[in-house]
């Protein structure tokens, strides 16, 4: 099925066209578990980028990072459910009321159009924030502290799954119940030119740290040979098809009580 994401390697679409996005989907599927939709190639291709990578049978995770009053996030939110993606993200700093109606929302729309509802993730605080940041937007100052407020109040307001860096999997694991699902970007081989990305883990260190789901964007789409990136990550992983339920899948909601 469709929906059973086989592998915990989310690929990002990080390009600008519809047309370089589903070359690279074709490309790399046989070895990824899933395509990542960002706001540059939503933006630039609109929505029917996800019906045309879904109508290939690839998985989705659709990240435009929603925040904003809670009626329109949980009507942004019914519409990605009626896309059928996979995954999609909030921002936690939305507050506790806007996270509960967009899980809300994914989970009634999902029910009304016969769809599986989606994973909803929370975004916490951005890997481009330091103390600075934070600061200046009169925040808790603390990264790591802020981090851990923000995870507590969204699986308290009901969602399943955070997007978190690999440096903070350990801390949050500790503190979150087990079934909360963690996709961490930050994600680098160490045979890739140095990028932005400065607190790193590999795939399998992240996997190891706790991890559920990888996003990887540079290593695999800025590889000579982006097939032969994917699949040699796989293999560090020595993944075996099946543990972790697809996001949102019956078993899912069965599993976290919720729905
Ligand atoms: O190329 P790279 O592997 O760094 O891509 C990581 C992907 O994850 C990008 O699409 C980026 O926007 C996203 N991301 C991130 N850090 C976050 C949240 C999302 O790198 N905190």
């Keep these: 099925m469709a929906d059973k994401i086989k592998n915990p390697i989310i690929a990002a679409l990080d390009v600008p066209t519809a047309e370089q996005a589903l070359k690279l989907a074709e490309l790399i599927a046989p070895a990824v578990g899933a395509f990542k939709i960002g706001s540059e190639l939503f933006t630039s291709a609109g929505p029917d980028i996800v ?16 925040h904003d009053i809670p009626n329109t996030v949980a009507k942004a939110v019914a519409s990605a ?3 059928d993606v996979q995954m999609l993200t ?12 967009a899980e809300d929302s994914a989970q009634k729309t999902a029910a009304q159009t016969g769809l599986t509802s989606p994973l909803v993730l929370g975004v916490t605080v951005l890997t481009s924030s330091d103390a600075n940041t934070l600061a200046e937007i009169g925040c808790e100052p603390n990264p790591g502290k802020q981090v851990e407020r923000l995870a507590t109040l969204a699986v308290k307001a009901g969602l399943r799954g955070l997007v978190c860096s ?29 990028d932005d990305q400065k607190r790193t ?7 190891q740290a706790g991890a559920n789901w990888l996003v990887i964007g540079r290593p695999i789409y800025a590889a000579k040979n982006p097939r032969a990136a994917a699949e040699q990550i796989l293999e560090t992983l020595n993944w075996q098809p099946h543990p972790a339920p697809s996001p949102g899948t019956k078993e899912d909601v069965r599993r976290t009580g919720k729905g």
Excluded at 55 to 66: C, H, M, Q, R, Y
Excluded at 91 to 101: L, Q
């Design 166 to 194: 690999p440096l903070e999997i350990v801390a949050l694991r500790r503190i979150l119940p087990a079934d909360v699902q963690l996709v961490t970007p930050g994600i680098r081989t160490g045979a890739e030119k140095a």
């Design 201 to 207: 883990l590999t795939p399998r260190e992240a996997m």
């Design 90 to 101: 909030i921002h936690t700093s939305g507050g506790a009321e806007m996270m509960r109606v």
């Design 51 to 66: 019906r045309r990578v879904r109508a290939t049978g690839a998985s989705v995770f659709l990240d435009l990072k929603f």
């Design 81 to 83: 459910v009626r896309l």
